[in-house]
């Protein structure tokens, strides 16, 4: 979400301020009033913070964690994963029991420091393709600055693409790109991993077996084929490169830094702050301050010209809920006064859905396996720390994204498609304006999936085994796992605030498989994938295939079962403040204001009203 937050701030942010907000005398500010309030220094928040500071404002950033530095389980990549359920790093939040998976309620980790989710994150980047952008801007509404040309060079500036060191092993592992649709001199420096592993090119001369064409850069618009990614490692030091420091760190004299304070809520105010009246059609209320608690104490920041939420799915609606932004319903009985009618916040969740499978390797083929030897682990930390190299050094790399024709044959899309019309149908809305905006959205999904060469699903090579909730692993065996993801879900959920009281986790329910066809595509993708290992040269690796079973795949009634007990989140929420009309059930405007609130935005993926093929980190 880096470079689209960029996007929104290159355009004017400041709006001139309504006079019953205009300082008698506008004096320096002070501790306790500044020009910008950004709430959450996550992976956007520190874009939009730096972004206004290089302006001359003055800025504050309002983060619940706090700046981690020196700590090996977030700067090693090859930690990734240690600091998921972490009581301080992460938010531990969960789902609701989820009847579409026998009732399992899913951990959904977020990162609870500066940087937030890019923290915590697996450091893979890519981009949607061009007809997604373009889609999302002139089908709904949101004008011609959200399209891929007009995106794409705030994408440029975001970044630093550096080359693998040597051209030869770079077009051997598809690790290629074009400079034409990459940044040279921007903060955020990546580049490509230098552990691949054994099974990389196996994995992708497999699928070019299978008709799919190696693609030389995922990012120039056309995302379909099969590719490595490359990730947010910096190259020069082999660390995670969050959004703290990739971006915070180069201002962060300029930046007011309030860790370790949740925000309770935005005040907003009209002709006497404290004293809003209920308005649902104009911009007659003003967000003037935030309150939060740090320390035990509540405290108040005023805002001289805007706010802007960056505080990511999950948590941006249940801030402006308890702002007494949202369904009047809703806020009633959590004891919230409404203030401003929108029935859309918190609504339309959406997640990439992913399923593992696991197929045991030949002994003595490398894997990620191996780091749970001590004696290896050891060795391959040394060679990290003298060298940047080796396994710490590297995260997996190599994915496919396809188009559903590819694993799914023309007559069953059809019936996939309509068991999603059935679901969409069947499903309940408690306002009018979002089955308005359901219809629109499953309109473009439709399209998405008729369109021979639009990439719907995703298949990641892990070299290490996955399937944690199927079974376990052989002692000193080397694994292989294929990640299958469905990218165009049509399952949506919520998130809401819990309670009046913000120490409360939001309740989130995602809805997984609550429309059928998610689960059919979600059968087909791993049988998919299943193929795909026993094709060449990837079979000749593949001593079993332990998780699901053969038996399990050829069973439908097993399938579905496997895949309702190991389904987990992508972490990629998007959707609960959706860019939309606001007669659609929008939240914010294209331009990111809040409908019917000066001064305040929302920066965050919770603006995407419908999903991307591509993880959303960019």
């Keep these: 979400m880096l470079t689209q937050a960029e996007h929104a701030i290159h355009r ?3 709006e001139k301020v309504p006079p019953a907000w205009v300082h008698p005398q506008r004096e320096r500010m002070t501790s306790n009033t500044v020009d910008y309030i950004v ?3 996550g992976t956007t928040g520190c874009v939009v913070a730096v972004r206004l500071a290089e302006s001359g404002a003055s800025v504050a950033i309002i983060e619940a964690g706090h700046h981690v530095i020196g700590d090996d389980r977030v700067d090693i990549p090859g930690n990734f994963g240690k600091t998921l359920g972490d009581e301080v790093l992460d938010w531990r939040l969960e789902t609701l029991p989820q009847p579409g998976l026998g009732g399992r309620k899913v951990p ?34 949101n004008g011609k600055d959200w399209r891929w040309d007009d995106l794409l060079p705030h994408f440029k500036a975001s970044e630093t693409v550096i080359a693998p060191d040597s051209k030869a092993r770079a077009q051997e ?117 935030v309150q939060y608690e740090r320390n035990g104490r509540v405290e108040v920041l005023r805002a001289y010209k805007e706010v802007v939420i960056c505080a990511g799915s999950y948590e941006t609606p249940k801030i402006l809920e308890l702002s007494g932004i949202g369904d009047p319903k809703h806020l009633q009985k959590l004891g919230v006064t409404p ?53 710490y050094a590297s995260i997996h790399s190599a994915f496919s994204v396809l188009p559903i024709g590819a694993a799914v044959p023309a007559e069953r899309v059809k019936k996939i498609l309509n068991d999603a019309i059935e679901g969409f149908e069947a499903a309940s809305y408690s306002d009018s304006k979002m089955r308005k905006a359901q219809d629109v959205l499953f309109g473009m999904q439709k399209k998405w999936y ?10 990641m090579h892990v070299p290490q085994f996955c399937a944690l909730l199927s079974s376990k692993p052989k002692p000193d065996t080397p694994y292989l796992s294929i990640l299958a ?45 299943a193929h795909l290992a026993r094709t060449e040269p990837l079979a000749s690796m593949i001593v079993a295939q332990t998780d699901p079973s053969p038996a399990v795949l050829r069973d439908d009634a097993a399938l579905e079962d496997y895949i309702k007990r190991n389904l987990e989140t992508a972490h990629h929420p998007i959707g609960t403040a959706s860019m939309m009309l606001r007669e659609h059930g929008g939240v914010v405007g294209p331009d990111l204001k809040v409908y019917g609130v000066a001064n305040l935005r929302v920066a965050d993926a919770s603006i995407w009203p419908i999903h991307f093929s591509s993880h959303p980190q960019v």
């Design 339 to 391: 203030l401003v009618h929108l029935p859309g916040v918190g609504e339309n969740l959406q997640d990439h859905l992913l399923v593992p499978l696991s197929f045991e390797l030949r002994p003595g083929i490398v894997t990620g396996d191996m780091l749970l030897d001590p004696d290896f682990a050891a060795k391959e930390l040394e060679l990290y720390k003298k060298t940047g190299k080796g396994q």
């Design 108 to 141: 959904l980790p977020r990162g609870k420091a500066l940087g937030g989710t890019s923290v915590i994150n697996s450091m893979t980047w890519g981009r949607a393709s061009k007809e997604e952008y373009d889609e999302i801007s002139e089908t709904l509404g």
């Design 12 to 14: 004017p942010i400041s």
């Design 450 to 459: 008729a369109d021979p060469n639009h990439g719907s699903l995703e298949f």
């Design 39 to 41: 709430i959450g220094g």
């Design 485 to 529: 993801l469905v990218m165009h879900p049509f399952s949506r959920g919520y998130v809401h605030a819990s309670s009046s009281d913000p120490k409360r986790h939001p309740t989130i329910d995602p809805g997984y498989l609550t429309n059928r066809a998610d689960l059919q595509l979600m059968m087909a993708a791993v049988r998919f994938a």
């Design 173 to 289: 592992h598809g690790a290629t790109f074009d400079p034409a649709y990459h940044g040279s001199s921007g903060p955020l420096r990546r580049g490509f991993v230098p552990w691949l592993g054994d099974s990389h090119v196996p994995f992708f001369k497999a699928l070019n077996n299978l008709g799919v064409p190696t693609n030389p850069d995922s990012c120039n618009g056309n995302n379909v084929g099969v590719f490595t990614l490359s990730t947010s490692i910096d190259p020069r030091t082999s660390k995670r490169n969050s959004s703290a420091t990739a971006y915070y760190r180069s201002q962060a004299d300029r930046i007011q830094l309030i860790d370790g304070a949740l925000v309770h809520k935005v005040i907003l105010g009209s002709g006497n702050e404290g004293n809003s009246p209920f308005q649902n059609d104009s911009a007659a209320l003003v967000a003037v301050a």
